[in-house]
T-cell receptor
Framework: DQQVKQNSPSLSVQEGRISILNCDYT??????FLWYKKYPAEGPTFLIS?????DKNEDGRFTVFLNKSAKHLSLHIVPSQPGDSAVYFCAASASYGKLTFGQGTILTVHP | DTGVSQDPRHKITKRGQNVTFRCDPISEHNRLYWYRQTLGQGPEFLTY????????KSRLLSDRFSAERPKGSFSTLEIQRTEQGDSAMYLCASSFLEYTGELFFGEGSRLTVL
């Protein structure tokens, strides 16, 4: 039972362009959503989050959008940089911090 | 370095052997989590502690797995009678008691069962 899904295993974009990573969830109890970035041989690192009472949160080049009715969230990175190349995980939580992760999307940003 | 640390980083063992992983969380964090990640998948929740109390265990955590956090500080995850299907990255994370959603992960312990 995959409660958090990232349907695109990989995404390739040109440096300077926008990267859009998508995530869908099924559990209506989720009230907090996060994006993590993971480089090889490292643990996931927190990138940005959004509460279910908001529909947008922005932090520098990163913006997360939440559409509760569609149970969908997305991460926009603009402009994309080669250093953004990593695996991106969407995660969701139902009130007490235990996170449920998606399968991840490999982002490659070409110079 | 005051982040989450895990030891060992990589363990190779033969099927049937026991292995133990250790996690030292960020010192002021009172919640500690164990996750498992296999190739091509996201981290999967195994168990979590609030101080020394183990509050939840996933059904993924078979009876061959046991986790402890004896004094509410470091934690150990032991796998008995390892199987090849146990090969994975075992991730530890910690957080504050107050709900923020953000977990701080260690670099993981990679287990290879031959």
């Amino acid at each position: 039972d995959q409660q958090v899904k990232q349907n695109s295993p990989s995404l390739s974009v040109q440096e300077g362009r926008i990267s859009i990573l998508n995530c869908d969830y099924t559990n209506s109890m989720f009230d907090y959503f996060l994006w993590y970035k993971k480089y090889p041989a490292e643990g996931p690192t927190f990138l940005i989050s959004i509460s279910s009472i908001k529909d947008k949160n922005e932090d520098g080049r990163f913006t997360v959008f939440l559409n509760k009715s569609a149970k969908h969230l997305s991460l926009h990175i603009v402009p994309s940089q080669p250093g953004d190349s990593a695996v991106y995980f969407c995660a969701a939580s139902a009130s007490y911090g235990k996170l449920t992760f998606g399968q991840g999307t490999i982002l490659t940003v070409h110079p | 370095d005051t982040g989450v640390s895990q030891d060992p980083r990589h363990k190779i063992t033969k099927r049937g052997q026991n292995v133990t992983f250790r996690c030292d969380p960020i010192s002021e964090h009172n919640r500690l989590y164990w996750y498992r990640q296999t190739l091509g998948q996201g981290p999967e929740f195994l168990t979590y502690f609030q101080n020394e109390a183990q509050l939840e265990k996933s059904r993924l955590l078979s009876d061959r797995f046991s986790a402890e956090r004896p004094k509410g500080s470091f934690s150990t995850l032991e796998i008995q009678r390892t199987e090849q299907g146990d090969s994975a990255m075992y991730l530890c994370a910690s957080s504050f008691l107050e709900y923020t959603g953000e977990l701080f992960f260690g670099e993981g312990s990679r287990l290879t069962v031959l």
